[in-house]
């Protein structure tokens, strides 16, 4: 694998600059682009490259110039990678907007980024209720009061427009479990030079080669699908797949061509769990399972590595944020979960952070005063890819900065080993446990569990499980037993699993779920940091 060079890729010509390096990767979809709806599901470097050339014309041809913030709402597709670099190619500044969001939410980070455009579909567009007044562009058709992408196509390609490497280059939002999600500004230092330049190095174990063939199946609406896209397609794997869903076809297309390394949201891998289990089934191949956005639980993880053919396939979970990139790092091996009697293997602990690269450490909530190690506190990281603000909130941003210091809003530890222990969000802490914890007991001790949530209540209440089952049911005797030493609980409530309100990277709205069950208790957090 070729290592990025000191200066690395400006992301507008991305696909350009790769097919000129003639790369052999084979990009497969499991649904065609929406931004491309009439051509396939199999793209090869040069056409990607033809596509965002034309992308870029059509975006000039809106009016958009350079600085322009251009807004892109639509529905969970590659294509706002794509679109993204169309519009950095020309000197705007995309930003990347779930289409999932709920429109109070919608509405705010549009009055905070005011767009000069927002690019959106027929199926985003048909179910926004109330529509922003923003000149939109539909991109695969007609809709009233948008404008049809095709109307826009055909004009000339312009040149593409070099940044200074500290200008705005992307905005994305965070994941907006504890309300309103913040807007994220990097630029092409932060993002590109500094945590993909990282995470495209010859790592061992995670290194890419040209025999692979490489899925991800997350949120193209968040930051991560930049990255990736630059530090995947830069390695020059074999095959590329790109996952708009979890469903059927994307199902189908990992039988297909069986990865060799997967990226996933940990719902989704939660959604796949049973195909993991299948003799010869789609992950046979996998030498290589990597997992962000949230908490991933003890049996998922054992079900994957089980899954594999190979001697000692690798999951890679990392801890990070928007803001920050990746801030440490674990790898669990087959025997990392082995069970042993009673004891539970948890997730909890996440690794190192990379010395020389990353710096934690632990303060007090209350004072900022910095605890020693095995203290449980708030904790906060320097990075070199710390972002450059929030749009629209200066506040905000202020208050989460300490100096060279950033606050993360979760609660934890640093062992005495130098490794991290992430317990909750400050906002969801509960004094003497975790949350998340207690999470990774339930799903360890009751199979049937399909997803738990655990609600932190005030001082005095106990803690409120929710609990999807696969049949519904749960047997009173084995929940009993399951809880038999834990901290205090309430009686589980029984929801189906869409009763979960979700983030566009899966993550649980615990927030709008507290809101519903718990609206008159008191919580331990302060809020402060989200």
């Not at 052999?24 to 090869?44: E, H, I, N, Q």
């Not at 062992?415 to 992430?422: A, E, I, L, P």
């Amino acid at each position: 694998m070729r290592l990025l060079r000191p200066r690395p890729l400006d992301f507008g010509p991305l696909m350009e600059t790769l097919a000129d390096r003639g790369s052999p990767t084979t990009v497969r979809l499991s649904r065609p682009l929406d931004l491309a709806p009439d051509a396939g599901c199999v793209w090869t470097i040069p056409q990607l490259a033809e596509l965002v050339r034309e992308m870029s014309a059509a975006l000039a041809a809106a009016k958009v110039r350079p600085g322009d913030r251009v807004a892109i709402h639509k529905r969970n597709h590659w294509d706002y990678a794509l679109l993204a670099a169309a519009a950095a190619r020309i000197g705007a500044v995309p930003a990347l907007i779930s289409g999932v969001l709920p429109p109070d939410a919608l509405a705010a980070l549009l009055a905070r980024l005011r767009p000069a455009l927002l690019l959106s579909d027929r199926a985003t567009l048909a179910g926004a209720a109330d529509r922003p007044a923003v000149p939109t562009v539909c991109l695969d058709g007609a809709m009233p009061g948008s404008t049809a992408l095709a109307d826009l196509r055909g004009g000339a390609v312009p040149a593409v427009h070099r940044r200074a490497d500290d200008e705005p280059l992307v905005i994305m939002h965070t994941s907006g479990t504890t309300g309103v999600p913040k807007l994220v500004v990097h630029s092409t230092r932060s993002l590109v030079r500094r945590i993909t330049g990282f995470e495209a190095r010859p790592w061992p174990v995670t290194a890419l080669r040209s025999s692979d063939t490489t899925a991800s199946a997350v949120s193209f609406a968040h930051g991560r699908a930049v990255s990736w896209t630059i530090s995947t397609l830069w390695g020059r794997p074999e095959n590329a797949l790109l996952l708009a869903d979890d469903g059927p076809a994307a199902v189908r297309l990992l039988r297909a061509h069986p990865p060799t390394i997967v990226e996933a949201a940990p719902a989704v891998y939660q959604h796949w769990q049973p195909l993991a289990a299948e003799p010869d089934g789609p992950f046979a191949r996998g030498r290589l399972f990597i997992s962000t956005f949230d908490a991933v639980h003890p049996p998922t993880v054992r079900a994957f590595l089980d899954a594999s053919d190979r001697r000692f396939p690798v999951w890679m979970q990392a801890w990070g944020q928007s803001e920050t990139g990746p801030l440490s790092f674990r790898f669990f091996v087959r025997r990392s979960l082995a069970r042993r009697d009673e004891r539970h293997p948890t997730t909890r602990d996440l690794g190192r952070p990379v010395p020389g690269w990353v710096g934690l450490r632990v303060v007090d909530p209350a004072t900022g005063r910095r605890l020693p190690r095995g203290q449980v506190g708030l904790l906060q990281a320097r990075v070199p890819g710390l972002c450059q603000g929030y749009v629209g909130e200066p506040e905000r941003w202020a208050a989460k900065r300490d100096g060279r210091w950033f606050s993360t809003g979760d609660i934890g530890t640093l062992t005495r080993t130098g490794g991290v222990r992430v317990l909750d969000r400050e906002v969801d802490m509960m004094p003497g446990a975790s949350c998340v914890e207690l999470e990774d007991v339930l799903h360890e001790r009751l199979p049937e569990v399909e997803e738990a949530v655990v609600l932190g209540a005030g001082p005095g209440q106990p803690a409120l499980p929710l609990l999807v089952t696969r049949d519904g049911l749960l047997d009173p005797g084995r929940w009993q037993h399951a809880v038999r030493d834990l901290p205090p609980l309430a009686e589980p409530l029984l929801l189906g699993w869409e009763a979960l309100p979700r983030t566009g990277t899966g993550k649980v709205r615990r927030n709008v779920l507290r809101d519903r069950y718990l609206a008159d208790t008191a919580r331990y957090g302060s809020g402060q940091w989200t």
